[in-house]
């Protein structure tokens, strides 16, 4: 087939480890044609998030409309959308791309918190949220965020991990990776969810590294940028799994900025 094109839609991070940039970076690396969305601007660094300035809402509505007027569009992911507004006007693009290119692959990275602690969603637009998953082929969350998400305590074990992934697919996500990052010990275990299917466990060798910038939004634009050329979701989650392990392995030779460095996402080419 031709090059695959993927488009993100998401915020900007001017450090390049996290957002558009993590995402560009990824399809790069894994042999996607790149487009970009941007619904928010970020003023941040490897040490944490100054501010944050939404996109107006008609704006983002015209940079999606503008691009898949002209662009064939393989494959989506959805990253920070930061409020309720911008939810819904993604969620209209979402809906007119899916019409316009059949079983088109949508990944959405409910993004919530950056690595650093910064909320980058507004309170009143979890339940948006909620309400866009229906709509992805493939939802990432992180554990903190599938305990918003599901309004309870976040899971603390592999057994509680695949509970709240079984009930965010009931809630209308066709298929949950809920990622076991944020736990302990010398392995980190992902929980894939799909309907119909025992869950099935993703286990990598858990990184001894600080530099973890991007690790959630370069994992799943990894995955949107693969999942054209392969047959199931399965597969395609395991191969972007073992680049990204790798991209943390090799995230210490970037030696960028003085925080949590970002991944290092060309380590196959560089």
């Not at 941007?38 to 940079?63: E, K, Y």
């Not at 909320?119 to 082929?137: N, Q």
Request: glycine residues 10%; negative net charge.
């Amino acid at each position: 087939m031709s090059v695959p094109v993927a488009l993100t839609i998401a915020g900007s991070d001017p450090s390049g480890g996290a957002g558009i940039q993590a995402d560009l970076k990824s399809f790069s690396a894994l042999g996607a044609y790149g487009m970009s969305v941007i619904v928010a601007l970020t003023a941040q660094n490897t040490t944490g998030v100054a501010a944050v300035m939404q996109v107006p809402a008609d704006f983002v509505r015209l940079q999606l409309d503008t691009v898949r007027s002209d662009v064939r569009i393989d494959t989506v992911k959805v990253g920070m959308l930061a409020s309720a507004e911008l939810v819904s006007v993604i969620a209209d693009g979402l809906d007119a791309l899916s019409v316009q290119h059949p079983g088109l692959p949508i990944v959405v990275d409910p993004v919530m918190v950056a690595t650093s602690g910064a909320r980058l969603l507004d309170e009143d637009a979890v339940d948006a949220i909620r309400r866009l998953l229906p709509r992805a082929g493939l939802i990432t969350p992180n554990l903190p965020e599938a305990a918003v998400l599901l309004d309870e305590p976040q899971a603390t074990d592999l057994a509680s991990m695949i509970d709240q992934a079984s009930r965010l697919l009931e809630m209308g996500a066709a298929r949950v990776l809920l990622k076991g990052g944020h736990g302990s010990g010398p392995e980190s275990s992902d929980v894939l969810a799909q309907a119909g299917r025992a869950p099935e466990v993703l286990t990598a060798p858990r990184i001894e590294t600080t530099n973890t910038h991007g690790t959630g939004c370069s994992l799943s634009s990894a995955i949107a940028a693969l999942r054209p050329g392969h047959e199931d979701w399965s597969s395609t989650v395991r191969e972007a799994k073992d680049w990204l392990t790798g991209a943390l392995r090799r995230a210490d030779e970037l030696e960028i900025g003085a925080g949590s460095g970002p991944v290092h996402h060309f380590y196959r080419w560089w």
